[in-house]
């Protein structure tokens, strides 16, 4: 039986694999003292989640007007068997899995072909991790898991090839979160780390008309701006902040030219608030934003130039029936036959 770094004692056929202490907020100083220094001021969307943020976003998968989690579950469950028929792989990486509910759709065809599956979460929650691994095994006989606490932004490297057909699998449409430059980062580092038969798996959000898009940001249960408003108080809980959530409004909306939604927090008035473990004062003047999300859309000609860009070849497309959301499969560009 395996132990996580913790001491925690693992179930069996489990390895745990702690890079990163403190989960997100390993950073969360630098990245509050940097970014709300900046003009404009932003933070990262990494520290919405708290248990709190996790929730609320658990809720908001599932308003009627946020499509794109159901909309990929449909894809993942019509196409979840064709895909590892097509990849065979014997370890799927799962990157930043949340609560792997789609995970199923992979994980079931793969068992159902026999051999020993390894599947390998990536994730800054070792709580996270853990839970999922002892879920998991739990669910299937046979499933080896190797789990990771580490950023994928910063721990790629730290996956270790072992010579088996691996799927690295990013849902989710988190692909979006990143700029353009982080994307191209993001997408040739994961080229890295892939054997010439090994196959990445992405979800995205499509390019649609901006009164869809910026519904299902604006939902009217107001699930979305409690979201938002959260990572003031993730800043307050583990910085001694004094920031006030009531005094911003949320914000959402779509840039045409950038293809991006945009979420921000807006201060209803000129004020100043104090984050004590910083020594910092931060002024706010009325209507000055904070942007705490991009969230960008894709067309499948876009991806395509995009994986190309990083040496990836785009292989496979799959839309849900409206035509909302895509998962793409690549391969390392030049040996995918």
Known sequence: ????????????????????????????????????????????PKYFYDERGSQLFEQITRLPEYYPTRAEQEILDRVGEHIVAETQPRELVELGPGSARKTHALLDPMLSRGGEVTYVPVDVSEAAVMGLAERLTGAYDGLRIHGVVGDFEQDLERLAHNGRRRLVAFLGGTLGNFDREQRRAFLTRTRGMLGPHDRLLVGTDLV?????????????????????????????????????????????????????????????????????????????DEGEEIRTEISCKFTRSQLAREYAAAGLELLAWHTDAARRFALSLAGPAGETA
Do not use: W
């Open 208 to 284: 649609k008309d901006r009164g869809r898009l910026e519904a299902a940001y604006n939902d009217s249960a107001g699930v979305t701006a409690e979201f938002n408003r959260n990572v003031l108080r993730v800043i307050n809980t583990n910085l001694d902040g004094e920031l006030e959530p009531e005094r911003f409004d949320h914000v959402a909306f779509y840039d045409e030219d950038e293809r991006r939604i945009e979420m921000r927090l807006r201060a209803r008035e000129q004020h100043s608030a104090r984050i004590g473990a910083l020594e910092m004062d931060v002024r706010f």
């Open 1 to 44: 039986m395996a132990a996580c770094a913790t001491g925690a004692v693992a179930p069996p056929a489990v390895k745990i694999d702690v890079h990163l202490r403190d989960g997100a907020l390993a950073s969360l100083a630098d990245d509050v003292r940097d970014g709300l220094s900046r003009r404009p001021k932003e933070l990262s």
